[in-house]
């Protein structure tokens, strides 16, 4: 009864129902209107404290930069010290015990070798005076002599040898070591000054961030307080 009612509806009946079909469906298909990122505060508070935060931590990492250049140069600083004191050292004990302990050796090797010469230059002068007195044998007396005369030459090539020493050593060997060493002093000096130049740039620049990560985050808290 109630379909055949239906097929009998009056046309404007008809179309009112239709209307009224294609209306619910177009307000469940539309969707709701998005939150202004300013309404209600929430988004736009939540971004600033993120920035905030970013710009503490900022300043926190700029800190223990600092912290670390600081530490990094004092220990850099005194290791450099160390070497130069030792190279110094080395010097000094060079000049002072080295260098006149090796030069009185070479002469006291010197002077024996002289007393040796002496030696035998009067142990033959004595064979000559003795064989001139007693009567021997041609034969013999030429052998002594050659002998002695033999040791007597050895003497003085030794005694050459000891003095070309001596002078190689006072001339050239001594003043060379110890132009190494002076030259060892002065790198280590200026790689010490070059190296505190450099570590009170880096530690200066350090500074400078740290000092712009501080303003910025100054910045940032003063903002957010006149936005309160």
């Known amino acids: 009864m109630t379909a055949r009612r239906s097929r009998f509806l009056p046309p404007a009946l008809g179309s009112l129902a239709l209307l009224l079909v294609l209306g619910c469906r177009s307000s469940r298909a539309a969707p709701e209107p998005e939150r202004s990122a300013g309404a209600g505060g929430a988004p736009s508070s939540a971004a600033g404290t993120s920035e905030l935060e970013v710009a503490r931590q900022k300043v926190r990492a700029a800190e223990l930069e600092l912290q670390l250049a600081g530490k990094t140069h004092d220990e850099e600083q005194a290791h450099e010290k160390r070497e130069l004191e030792l190279a110094q050292s080395a010097l000094r004990q060079f000049d002072e015990m080295d260098a006149p302990n090796r030069l009185a050796r070479q002469r006291l090797e010197l002077a024996r070798h002289e007393d040796a010469l002496a030696e035998q230059e009067e142990e033959l002068a004595q064979l000559?005076?003795?064989?001139?007195?007693?009567?021997?044998?041609?034969?013999?007396?030429?052998i002594v002599l050659r002998r002695n005369h033999r040791r007597v030459e050895r003497a003085k090539d030794e005694l050459a040898i000891?003095?070309?020493?001596?002078?190689?050593?006072?001339?050239?060997?001594l003043p060379q070591e110890r132009a190494g060493l002076v030259l060892e002093v002065d790198k280590k000096?200026?790689?010490?000054?070059?190296?505190?130049r450099r570590a009170e740039i880096e530690l200066l620049e350090k500074q400078i961030g740290l000092g712009e990560a501080r303003a910025a985050l100054a910045k940032l808290e003063q903002e957010g307080g006149k936005g309160e």
């Open 128 to 142: 000559e005076m003795t064989y001139a007195e007693v009567d021997l044998a041609d034969k013999t007396r030429e």
């Open 189 to 196: 000096t200026s790689e010490l000054e070059s190296d505190q």
């Open 162 to 173: 000891e003095q070309r020493e001596l002078a190689k050593l006072e001339q050239h060997a």
